[in-house]
């Protein structure tokens, strides 16, 4: 292989990492999160939180009647406030931090205007019984990164709950930094934002003695052009989930005890576990979502009435751009949801939407509202909608999945492979020679048609490539590095030998 062939094999493998972007990239991109997280970290505990909290303050659209300020809790027991033009001030008890507050917000606004405090992320996640030194007026902000995102508290102290609005209407849950609060904060953000693409959205409706069979591909009802809705045999689901694979699957039902209680049609109630499902839907790699109902009227049948039995709005809501908007069409815009979310340390989060209700414990609906649901599903075929829990793939998991450039292989053994591939060539002497002893160069004589022979060639070249340079390449490199130094060694050797034969041949010559 001559300059010109090796330089094609160069361009190709730095294609290859061009691929992705740098930050995402094998080895690199661990470094890169290394220095991400210890950047954050700097941020969280320096200077540079009071600079960031300005920044936010700053970026604030106006909001008549409010006094936007910014605060920072210490390891030492002080609060630290600044505005927007950077000014700070240290507060150890109530009287400064009252000082402190009229003087930063001097000209700021009005003596009537709503004090609007927005904390840095360790003020809520590692010192929220410092949150009682707090006018108790002040409307509570949190800010996480770039965004401010309003708080809500009940309680005081270690043992006050605190939820953030990530978006409208939506509220997730901030734990405690040693609870792993923060980690758990950014999994079920992430989830809210994640691309809900309606292609890969099954929407199935559990029918005992129905089809033992799913399509691979999502199906569009031909007059309504929504999404069709699968029938599928309960008994037979946990093992059909393979075939939807890297899609949503959406079930509906009532959820007691583990178990997902169903009815079609006019048929009795059924019930299905709920943990088979999940174990199944992550062993095939399909994200689950179980919307939960006070009946267990399934999609799709028809009621006594001969109506059939729809979600509302859950078509319009399969239209939304991601998961919390997809959320917040089921349920409506007036309301609250809080999402938690728990495991988003593996390769799968798990996910639980219920009302909230500020100052009050969220869970499932009073009674009264399940019989009235209940006369509703019957006599409008209206299956409605009060809560949600999903299995996900993970943040983590979804990232991995990204970056990966052939499929169904591990990104890092992937970029492992082009990175050694990338060190055989640097060491390309050695590994041309190894290649040639392992697999000799054909000859044209073997071959009855110069076709045959180029195409020889080519597998052999690409073997070489492919399979090769990214099994061998750091061996070749150390192999490399061991000639040059032996070499050294030798020339070394030889010097000294040169030298001394030189001085004992100038001694000999003295009379």
């Known amino acids: 292989m001559r300059f010109g062939s090796r330089a094609a094999l160069i361009v190709a493998l730095l294609s290859a990492m061009a691929i992705m972007p740098p930050s995402q990239a094998g080895i690199l991109s661990g470094i890169a999160k290394i220095g991400a997280r210890t950047a954050r970290t700097t941020a969280l505990h320096g200077v540079g939180a009071l600079d960031n909290l300005a920044a936010v303050l700053k970026a604030l659209p106006h909001r008549p009647g409010r006094m936007p300020l910014a605060a920072a809790a210490t390891a030492e027991g002080h609060w630290r406030l600044t505005n927007a033009a950077g000014e700070v001030i240290t507060a150890a008890n109530g009287p400064e931090m009252a000082r402190a507050i009229r003087t930063l917000s001097a000209g700021a606004g009005t003596a009537e205007a709503r004090l609007s405090l927005h904390l840095s992320e360790d003020s809520v996640f590692r010192f929220r019984h410092m949150l009682d030194d707090l006018p108790a007026t002040a409307e509570l902000n949190v800010v996480i990164g770039k965004e401010s995102f309003a708080l809500t508290r009940t309680g005081t102290g270690l043992t006050a709950k605190l939820h953030a609005q990530v978006r409208p209407g939506i509220m997730v849950e901030i734990g405690r930094a040693e609870a792993g609060g923060r980690r758990l904060f950014d999994e079920a953000v992430w989830q809210l934002a994640r691309t809900f693409n309606r292609a890969d959205v099954r929407i199935l409706s559990l029918e005992p003695g129905g089809p033992g069979r799913l399509p691979a591909v999502t199906t569009r009802d031909p007059l309504t052009k929504a999404n069709a809705i699968d029938r599928v045999d309960p008994e037979r689901l946990p093992q059909l989930l393979a075939n939807l694979r890297g ?35 992550e062993a095939a790699d399909v994200n689950l979502i179980v919307l939960q109902t006070n009946t267990g009227l399934q999609p799709g049948a028809r009621n006594w009435l001969w109506q059939r039995a729809r979600v509302p709005g859950l078509e319009q809501a399969l239209q939304r751009p991601d998961f919390a908007a997809f959320l917040a069409g089921l349920v409506g815009p007036e309301q609250r949801m809080l999402v938690s979310v728990s495991g988003a340390d593996t390769a799968r989060a798990s996910l639980r939407v219920t009302p909230f209700e500020e100052g009050a414990r969220t869970g499932p609906l009073r009674p009264l509202t399940n019989t009235l649901d209940d006369v509703v599903s019957h006599v409008t075929a209206s299956v409605v909608v009060h809560g949600a829990s999903a299995s996900l793939r993970s943040a983590d998991r979804q990232r991995e999945l990204d970056r990966r450039i052939v499929p169904g292989i591990p990104s890092d053994l992937q970029f492992f492979a082009i990175g050694n591939a990338i060190l055989g060539l640097f060491a390309w002497g050695l590994s041309r020679r190894a290649w040639r002893r392992l697999w000799p160069p054909e000859t044209r004589e073997e071959y009855a048609s110069a076709l045959g022979y180029g195409a020889a060639r080519i597998v052999r070249e690409a073997a070489f490539a492919l399979l090769f340079l990214p099994l061998t390449g750091v061996f070749m490199v150390l192999g490399t590095f061991a000639i040059w130094a032996w070499r050294l060694i030798a020339a070394f050797v030889w010097f000294i030998g040169r030298l001394g034969r030189l001085v004992f041949g100038l001694a000999g010559a003295r009379p």
């Open 247 to 281: 899609q949503t699957a959406i079930v509906t039902g009532r959820v007691e005890g583990g178990m997902l209680f169903h009815r079609s049609g006019t048929l009795a109630e059924r019930s299905t576990p709920l943990d088979g499902l999940t174990r199944a839907a």
